[in-house]
């Protein structure tokens, strides 16, 4: 089993809809959680960081179910620009080193 | 906000050929850095960390005689890809950590290597 799980999509959508992303990890003993933004042929860049309370940043909200080992990531009034790649981020099993282990990714086109 | 660089963004070779990466952080120190790989519609693959002053961990089934790391100051760690192969050809990119006990990584723009 992988140790990041997420659906690949593609999701396509129009304009102002409302999509969310799923992801599921492996390790119970994971600590920090992230969303990443990946543009095509890009660096990933931090959207935003998974709370245990959940967390909102203007459109996007992230929730954090630890019991189901459960991450969500939710775009409401999707525009044009958030058209990428989605990567569900999730701290690697050797906390030592503070490594990260990437999920490989959702892809979202948001259709005019 | 912490900025990484990475130099040549792009790499042609020819195979048997080594090719050098450097990653820098420009306006923090690093003491660790991150490299990763990624094949097209892949996830980034983390490939090793590297420690300044200190041998790099490599993950498991990555050849640590053939991506040399070195971490030789707090700002800048180099991967060099020693006898590249066209299945070497990939985006390499680099991260880099700001404070030691914090998960968030700032990363590089990415190098695209293609070896011929």
């Known amino acids: 089993r992988k140790e990041v799980e997420q659906d690949p999509g593609p999701f396509n959508v129009p304009e102002g809809a409302t999509v969310a992303f799923n992801c599921t990890y492996s390790?119970?003993?994971?600590?920090?959680f992230f969303w990443y933004r990946q543009d095509c042929r890009k660096e990933p860049k931090l959207l935003m960081s998974v709370y245990s309370s959940g967390n909102e940043d203007g459109r996007f909200t992230a929730q954090l179910n630890r019991a189901s080992q459960y991450i969500s990531l939710l775009i409401r009034d999707s525009k044009l620009s958030d058209s990428a790649t989605y990567l569900c981020v999730v701290n690697a099993r050797d906390t030592g080193r503070r490594a990260l282990t990437f999920g490989s990714g959702t892809r979202l086109q948001v259709q005019p | 906000g912490a900025v990484v660089s990475q130099h040549p963004s792009w790499v042609i070779c020819k195979s048997g050929t080594s090719v050098k990466i450097e990653c820098r952080s420009l306006d923090f120190q690093a003491t660790t850095m991150f490299w990763y790989r990624q094949f097209p519609k892949q996830s980034l693959m983390l490939m090793a960390t590297?420690?300044?002053?200190?041998?790099?961990?490599?993950e498991q089934g990555v050849e640590k005689d053939k991506f040399l790391i070195n971490h030789a100051s707090l700002t800048l760690s180099t991967l060099t890809v020693t006898s590249a192969h066209p299945e070497d050809s990939s985006f390499y990119i680099c991260s880099a950590r700001d404070r030691p006990t914090s998960y968030e990584q700032y990363f590089g723009p990415g190098t695209r290597l293609t070896v011929t």
């Open positions: 590297s420690n300044e002053g200190s041998k790099a961990t490599y």
């Open positions: 390790n119970s003993a994971s600590q920090s």
